[in-house]
């Protein structure tokens, strides 16, 4: 089954101080252990780097790179997608949901994945299920 991985939970799984470290280490071990197939998109990627840097450091960012980034298929976002996303924002007018997370529910419609590993309650809101939160 395929697993989409949003910034909170790479973030969390980072920080050994983020509040949902400890669950996500648990949720990862499963979602290993599952099999599951992790994608996110390159937005999500330059999100979690920019936390990373600014929050751990740059070994931080190393240790995300090596250890989490060969398991994961990465989708980059295009124009047409950038575009629905900005779109979707505009028309939602949600200030409190991201660029990020509308390219993010764009991709997931499109690929047919359901489930998201995350700790942001937007994914559950728009009709993903969420891993993260119980």
């Known amino acids: 089954m395929a ?23 648990i949720t ?14 390159n937005y999500v990627i330059f999100e979690t780097i ?17 250890d989490l980034m060969p398991i994961v298929n990465i989708h980059w976002i295009d124009k047409a997608v950038h575009t629905i996303g900005i779109n979707s924002m505009l ?6 949901i991201s660029l990020v ?18 700790f942001d309650e937007h994914f559950r809101k728009n009709g993903f299920q969420v891993l993260g939160l119980c």
Request: hydrophobic share 40%.
């Open 3 to 25: 697993t989409y991985v949003d910034t909170s939970a790479f973030y969390a799984m980072m920080d050994l101080d983020d509040e949902f470290h400890k669950e996500s280490k």
């Open 28 to 41: 990862f071990s499963k979602l290993i252990g599952e099999r599951e197939i992790f994608h996110s998109s």
């Open 50 to 66: 920019a936390l990373l840097k600014s929050r751990l450091g740059l070994e931080a960012i190393r240790v995300f790179q090596d």
């Open 91 to 96: 028309i939602a007018h949600q200030k409190e």
């Open 101 to 118: 997370d509308y390219t993010s529910f764009e991709i997931m419609r499109t690929l047919g994945i359901k489930k998201v590993f995350a």
